[in-house]
């Protein structure tokens, strides 16, 4: 049957095509934005410079005392010989400071040559090792010997 005219209710296609517009809208939106999320989760994060000019200000000489003015000395003249080259610091250096050099890049040295043997073993476990791949010949070897065992497989199974 059909239905009586008077039950007959005309439905403007104007209101579901929107309809249909904005869940499609809406599939796009969720779309992108977990798009956007899942990118922003592999992002790098910002780096923030730090200065230490607020946290250690300087005094002024005539503030110090006569153990910091000492120390201020020290650390200056211990930057200006750790930035020498050994031949340099061989050549112009002596007794303590000589010493002091030499004692801080034995250190400096032995501590790289650790580093590169720890770097050495955490390559080796964290890349496999890597297989050859096969050539084209050892494949059709390897399809040969598998055709012969279920053969032989077969052959044992029937007697």
Same mark, same amino acid.
């Given at each position: 049957?059909?239905?009586?005219?008077?039950?007959?209710?005309?439905?403007?296609?104007?209101g579901l095509g929107q309809r249909k517009t904005q869940k499609n809208t809406m599939k796009v939106v969720?779309?992108?934005?977990?798009?956007?999320?899942?990118?922003?989760?592999?992002?790098?994060?910002?780096?923030?410079?730090?200065?230490?000019?607020?946290?250690?200000?300087?005094?002024?000489?005539?503030?110090?005392?006569? $153990?910091? @003015? %000492?120390?201020?000395?020290?650390?200056?003249?211990?930057?200006?010989?750790? /930035?020498?080259?050994? &031949? !340099?610091?061989?050549?112009?250096?002596?007794? $303590?400071? @000589? %010493?002091?050099?030499?004692?801080?890049?034995?250190?400096?040295?032995?501590? /790289?040559?650790?580093? &590169? !043997?720890?770097?050495?073993?955490?390559?080796?476990?964290?890349?496999?090792?890597?297989?050859?791949?096969?050539?084209?010949?050892?494949?059709?070897?390897?399809?040969?010997?598998?055709?012969?065992?279920?053969?032989?497989?077969?052959?044992?199974?029937?007697?």
């Amino acid at each position: 049957g059909t239905f009586p005219q008077s039950l007959h209710i005309d439905v403007p296609f104007s209101g579901l095509g929107q309809r249909k517009t904005q869940k499609n809208t809406m599939k796009v939106v969720a779309l992108l934005s977990t798009m956007l999320v899942g990118a922003s989760a592999f992002g790098v994060a910002p780096h923030t410079a730090r200065f230490n000019t607020a946290l250690r200000p300087a005094l002024p000489e005539e503030d110090m005392s006569a $153990d910091q @003015l %000492e120390i201020q000395k020290i650390s200056q003249k211990w930057g200006e010989v750790r /930035m020498l080259s050994r &031949e !340099e610091a061989e050549k112009t250096l002596d007794g $303590d400071w @000589l %010493e002091a050099y030499n004692r801080f890049y034995e250190k400096y040295d032995d501590d /790289m040559e650790r580093m &590169e !043997e720890i770097a050495t073993k955490v390559e080796k476990m964290i890349t496999p090792p890597q297989i050859e791949k096969k050539s084209k010949n050892q494949k059709k070897r390897d399809a040969y010997a598998r055709k012969v065992a279920i053969e032989a497989a077969r052959a044992k199974a029937q007697v």
